[in-house]
């Protein structure tokens, strides 16, 4: 029997997992880290963290999984967008942590960018906007504010870059990668632009030459890593890619039309199409199935699921009290109080711009914030408004997205940590009135890694590709009394960015 690992290396965790050619899980293993915020707005990370994280998941499905280091035929490795990318010298050393997707310093760099470069050539190019999610905004942060780093990096390196590096000596970009920084990428040549990074003042050298495509081997396993990872040298690494796509991908969307909903720490919703129109303000990149043809095109809120973890910290003591008294889950006793409040949390209203906002909206000073609020409402209904304003962040993105798709499947599958709550996935279907559906296995951009592997070796054929591995199952229907009660909320949520747009900027200022 021959396997292959996929790796997912996200904001919070590392996973891996072994699976065979039918997409069965032999073994998976996770390790937790935390993000690095050293001021407000800031979030970057070590690679060191996620290399290690990597080398414990893999060792350890070996451990578990039991098979012959030769029955493994292929590693492939998924990330988080890692924004500026790396900074290392010529012997591949980090000099400074990479500032992720989730960083937003870059406000004053996106400001420069606007006055001096033209717009809609960009635009045109690139495929993709400004903002200080963009990677080439963080990229000229580390110039302006870090010159003794900027004066010594040789090379920007994406995180699977640099973790391939580290496994098998050979350095490329994947172009998933590459289009996902934004501003130095022409998404019609599928190279790196000249005329963009001129104009920006970045140097052509700092991108790696050779850019592939994710299914593409970057380089065989090296000795050393062979022997501490449990595999065999040789074993053929490949490109991976950035996390959001790869779920996409496990969730069996290879063609246009496909739309996936991936709800973790962040929200991107993506699909697939072969333009783009940057005017639509959603993010494109080279699809890491087919990249050469299709883009996955995507937006998103910043802190989804990490709107829910806050929330929980700061304000569920009493919740987390009881879950270690009686062994439940703090989350859960929150949905079962939830659902017993209507929905529109009645009257209540939640902007989740916790960390400024993606698409469509744009702003790194945006902020969240509760309106509605009164002496009735409970820490039940602030929770149940949590989850409908990720919600309406997420038909506000489809509303944006419907203007540069033909068309869009009829149904919707969400993947991701959300997908473990009944509540939620009925809200979502509420909102966005369309029936949803999440995966039976519990591993997406993992599960997509392995899938991408398992084709490059021929383990899986181009027409298994089109259905993959994945069972879907119907958690949410619509419910017309509710979708006419969030019609009327999503009209109001739209009003509120507007409105409260001036303060959040007077307040972020201070």
């Known amino acids: 029997m021959d396997y292959v690992i996929g790796v997912d290396i996200g904001t919070q965790s590392t996973k891996a997992l072994l699976v065979d050619a039918h997409g069965t899980l032999i073994a998976q293993h996770s390790q937790g880290y935390r993000v690095d915020t050293p001021k407000v707005r800031w979030a970057e990370q070590w690679p060191q963290v996620w290399l290690a994280a990597v080398e414990a998941c893999v060792a350890q499905c070996m451990v578990k999984a039991g098979v012959e280091k030769v029955q493994v035929k292929a590693l492939c490795i998924s990330s988080l967008y890692g924004g500026s990318g790396i900074a290392v010298d010529a012997q591949i050393t980090p000099l400074h942590p990479c500032l992720i997707w989730m960083d937003r310093r870059a406000g004053e760099q996106v400001q420069w960018v606007r006055e001096h470069m033209d717009l809609e050539r960009l635009f045109a190019v690139t495929g993709n906007s400004v903002d200080s999610y963009y990677g080439f905004t963080k990229m000229l942060w580390l110039k302006q504010y870090r010159p003794e780093v900027w004066a010594n990096t040789h090379y920007l390196l994406p995180p699977n870059s640099y973790i391939n590096w580290c496994l098998t000596g050979a350095l490329a970009v994947d172009h998933s990668s590459a289009g996902n920084i934004g501003g130095v990428y022409d998404v019609a040549a599928r190279n790196w632009s000249g005329e963009m990074l001129d104009a920006l003042g970045i140097p052509h050298s700092m991108m790696p030459e050779r850019l592939v495509y994710s299914g593409e081997v970057v380089g065989g396993l090296l000795e050393d890593w062979a022997a501490r990872l449990g595999l065999q040298a040789g074993t ?3 490109a991976g890619g950035v996390d959001a796509a790869m779920a996409t991908l496990a969730a069996g969307v290879t063609q246009p039309g496909n739309h996936v909903a991936m709800i973790g720490t962040s929200m991107c919703w993506g699909y697939l199409n ?69 929905a529109g949390s009645e009257g209540l209203l939640f902007l989740p711009y916790l960390m400024g906002e993606r698409s469509p909206v744009w702003d790194d000073r945006a902020s969240g914030s509760f309106v509605g609020l009164n002496l009735y409402h409970t820490r039940l209904h602030l929770y149940r408004a949590v989850l409908e304003g990720v919600s309406f962040a997420l038909r506000h993105n489809i509303e944006a997205g419907t203007q540069g798709a033909h068309s ?17 996935m009925q809200i979502i279907a509420d909102v966005t009135r369309y029936p949803v559906y999440t995966l039976v296995q519990e591993v997406e951009a993992a599960l997509g890694a392995a899938l991408l592997a398992a084709h490059t070796v021929g383990m899986v054929s181009d027409g298994q590709m089109d259905k993959g591995w994945v069972q879907l199952t119907l958690r ?29 900027h007077t307040l972020q200022a201070t």
């Open 236 to 238: 053929p690494v490949l």
């Open 274 to 342: 072969q333009q783009v129109d940057a005017h639509h303000g959603l993010v494109s990149m080279p699809h890491v199935y087919n990249g050469h043809r299709d883009l996955y095109i995507f937006g998103g809120a910043i802190t989804a699921g990490a709107s829910v973890s806050w929330f929980r910290e700061q304000f569920c003591q009493a919740e987390e009290q009881q879950a270690r008294a009686t062994g439940q889950d703090s989350l859960a006793l929150l949905e079962q109080g939830a659902m017993a409040i209507p």
């Open 408 to 424: 869009l499947d009829p149904r919707l599958i969400v993947v991701g940590g959300a997908s473990h709550s009944d509540l939620w």
């Open 476 to 504: 949410a229907q619509p419910k017309r009394e509710n979708v006419a009660i969030y019609d009327q909320g999503f009209t109001e949520y739209l009003k509120l960015y507007p409105a409260l747009k001036p303060i959040m």
